[in-house]
């Protein structure tokens, strides 16, 4: 069994929820975990699964983000069961997070630049997950911004988070980057009241992380484990 879990994206200064990630898990015998392969994921399922939770979300929230890694992000089923969710659920946006996870096949940018432009015509916006890390370097990243609304920048990958001024000096570079290309910039991994006044302090508008809510099953059924 798989489904989708929800975390809450905010606007800080604006005092709201603006949407939810989606991170898909699979209960398994030691409860709900992450699959061990995520490009094993049938498209059938992702679009099933996104689409219930588009289903009862769409009079609340402006969007919701679904991650794929560049194997699945490449796959014509998985493309075209993304824009088939899209075209159902509007006026919710449906956001593809594209991951920093490396794939097992080496894919070319220009595959990945073919995929942003494919689901930009289709109105689907585009999201860099995890900047600065893995396949979402500033080399591998900056070619694709042309197609993309948005980066994301995660303190999680980071030991020190906030606190290094090396990282915030990383997060000033990646918001300068979505204000030149005039992106959305999210900061990822806000954990606390130090992390929250010290993006205050930055002027990050968007932000995640478990200070404003950690993720969480949206049961579709009564029956779904917690």
């Not at 898909?24 to 219930?52: H, N, V």
């Not at 009241?193 to 932000?207: K, M, S």
């Amino acid at each position: 069994m798989f489904r989708y879990f929800v975390q809450p994206q905010i606007s800080k200064f604006n005092v709201a929820v603006t949407g939810y990630e989606l991170f898909m898990k699979e209960y398994t015998t030691d409860g709900w975990r992450p699959p061990a392969d995520f490009s094993r994921i049938p498209a059938r399922i992702i679009a099933d699964e996104l689409l219930k939770v588009a289903d009862r979300l769409s009079l609340k929230m402006n969007y919701v983000a679904v991650n794929l890694n560049r194997e699945q992000l490449v796959k014509p089923q998985i493309g075209a069961a993304i824009v088939a969710v899209q075209n159902q659920v509007r006026p919710l946006r449906i956001i593809v997070e594209v991951t920093e996870d490396r794939s097992a096949t080496q894919i070319p940018v220009s595959a990945v630049q073919r995929v942003f432009k494919q689901f930009y015509d289709r109105g689907i916006d585009i999201s860099l997950d995890d900047v600065d890390c893995g396949e979402n370097t500033a080399t591998t990243a900056i070619p694709l911004l042309p197609f993309a609304r948005e980066i994301k920048f995660a303190l999680q990958n980071f030991d020190q988070g906030l606190t290094n001024p090396v990282v915030r000096q990383r997060i000033k570079y990646w918001a300068e980057v979505a204000k030149q290309h005039h992106l959305r910039f999210v900061l990822e991994g806000i954990e606390d009241q130090q992390d929250d006044t010290i993006a205050d302090q930055l002027g990050v508008e968007y932000r995640q992380g478990y200070y404003y809510g950690r993720p969480h099953l949206l049961k579709i059924r009564p029956s779904d484990p917690e």
